[in-house]
């Protein structure tokens, strides 16, 4: 009793100064929230944080989104449907008005359900063109995207001349209005996000054997028609409640740009289906955030841009596939081959004026035909490695790049041999050709090289010479 009564003593004042505390901090909180709300960032503090409940409605509801069309998105990118996804999320248009003309009202859910019909219809009908006749499956996709938007806006006409006053709104399935989210709209599209995830994990191993050999699922016995169906089904699940969040125009770049992006990363499926819905993800928090932080910015739009952003960033930074990484290879295989036309330059003339002899740069510059500042660099790198001693003027090989320069050599002579003799290639015309190859060959292919023109010699002779390589 007497513990019990020293606890109360003890927690009591405890538990009145933490309330007093949480209470003091809420007020702070709320001065600060009072003082940075008139400034930039106070704005980008409240979207961070989503103090605001239609912020956190839009960012929530825009990131699952984006999280299940990156990855639904992956499969439809590897089965090459980005058009018809395309035509998918104009042929939802026609469903959307004819859900309000019959009820003569706006309700989401039995608008959802018109888009899904019409969706369907739309890509049942570029399927079934592709098997007519002379109709490719652009022309298909060209015409159903059409004639199906036609009709929508035909019907959208209708729709604003009936002047009842409950069309308002009705354009923003084409162009999105994410910040006219509501909390019914995100929970449909976290419901329809989780059924599209967890049909994508189940049937992931489905999925990618029709997207990488489909002609072995049929032949296996998989029923490859409707694993396809099922695929294209979360697709225009997806599309259909993207509508909102971004317009019908614009849910393609959604299903397609991050599992684009992701391709730049990685080779293995997985890791891209996830990277792609990371991407999406990232995209949709990123798009729906700015859009807070600045109110006059269409958040679709923005969501869009967005994704088009982390493309370029992998496309150019993508340590495999990037731009930049393939400029980098690019260069770098440019200054091994300059170094190494210098060194083979510098072995021949040893090879006819015997081991250690100096050589006049100006007759190296000429052999090679390269530029001033070209050959200044060349040089410069063969010294700075120590593979050439020169002043200036003169210069010779050192011990070092000596073996270096035998390695090449031998390189472009047995590839010159193998091409005179397997390739009836004449011996004036081989030099050219030897000097692409002589830089990739691995010791694996000179060693098959050597067997196939029974060459044992550690350099064999110039086939430019008369009688050699016949």
């Not at 956190?56 to 699952?64: A, D, E, K, L």
């Not at 007759?363 to 390269?370: D, F, P, V």
Request: hydrophobic share 50%; net charge positive.
């Amino acid at each position: 009793m007497l513990r019990i009564l020293h606890m109360r003593r003890v927690l009591f004042p405890a538990v009145v100064l933490f309330i007093g505390a949480g209470e003091a901090l809420g007020d702070v909180g709320g001065a600060m929230d009072g003082i940075l709300e008139i400034t930039t960032w106070g704005k980008i503090w409240r979207a961070l944080t989503l103090v605001d409940h239609t912020t956190r409605v839009v960012v929530i509801g825009t990131t699952v989104l984006g999280a299940a069309a990156g990855v639904v998105g992956t499969f439809a990118y590897l089965r090459k449907r980005a058009m018809l996804g395309d035509a998918l999320s104009h042929a939802t248009l026609p469903g959307i008005a004819l859900a309000f003309v019959i009820l003569g009202e706006k309700r989401l859910g039995w608008m959802t359900v018109g888009a899904a019909v019409t969706g369907v219809l739309g890509v049942l009908a570029v399927l079934g063109l592709r098997r007519v006749p002379r109709v490719k499956e652009d022309a298909a996709i060209g015409i159903v995207l059409s004639v199906f938007f036609g009709a929508g806006l035909v019907l959208m006409s209708l729709i604003q001349q009936m002047g009842s006053g409950e069309e308002a709104g009705l354009r923003s399935f084409i162009y999105g209005k994410a910040a006219a989210m509501l909390t019914n709209d995100a929970w449909l599209i976290g419901v329809s996000a989780g059924v599209v995830l967890v049909c994508c994990v189940l049937l992931f191993k489905e999925f990618r054997l029709i997207c990488f050999d489909q002609s072995y699922a049929s032949s296996q016995g998989w029923p490859v028609g409707l694993i396809d169906l099922l695929m294209m089904g979360l697709v225009v699940l997806t599309t259909v409640v993207g509508l909102q969040a971004v317009g019908m125009i614009l849910v393609v770049a959604l299903l397609i740009v991050p599992a684009a992006a992701a391709r730049f990363w990685t080779d293995r499926l997985g890791r891209m289906t996830v990277a792609a819905g990371v991407f999406g993800a990232l995209s949709g928090w990123l798009g729906s955030t700015i859009s807070a932080v600045l109110p006059r910015m269409p958040t679709g739009a923005v969501i869009v841009l967005c994704t088009g952003v982390l493309f370029l960033m992998s496309m150019i930074l993508s340590p495999h596939r990037g731009v930049l990484a393939g400029l980098i290879r690019r260069m770098r295989l440019a200054r091994r081959v300059a170094d190494q036309h210098l060194l083979r330059a510098l072995a021949e003339i040893e090879e006819s004026r015997g081991e250690g002899t100096r050589v006049e740069e100006s007759e190296l510059w000429k052999m090679r035909s390269w530029s001033a500042a070209g050959f200044s660099r060349v040089m410069g790198r063969g010294q700075r490695r120590g593979w050439i001693d020169g002043d200036g003027r003169q210069c010779r090989l050192t011990a070092t790049g000596r073996t270096l320069a035998k390695r090449v050599l031998t390189n472009h002579r047995l590839w010159e041999l193998y091409l005179i003799r397997y390739a009836d290639i004449a011996p004036s015309h081989v030099d050219r050709d030897a000097d692409e190859i002589e830089h990739i060959l691995s010791e694996g292919l000179v060693q098959e090289l050597r067997q196939a023109l029974a060459e044992e010699t550690t350099i064999p002779p110039s086939p430019h010479v008369a009688g050699v390589g016949i």
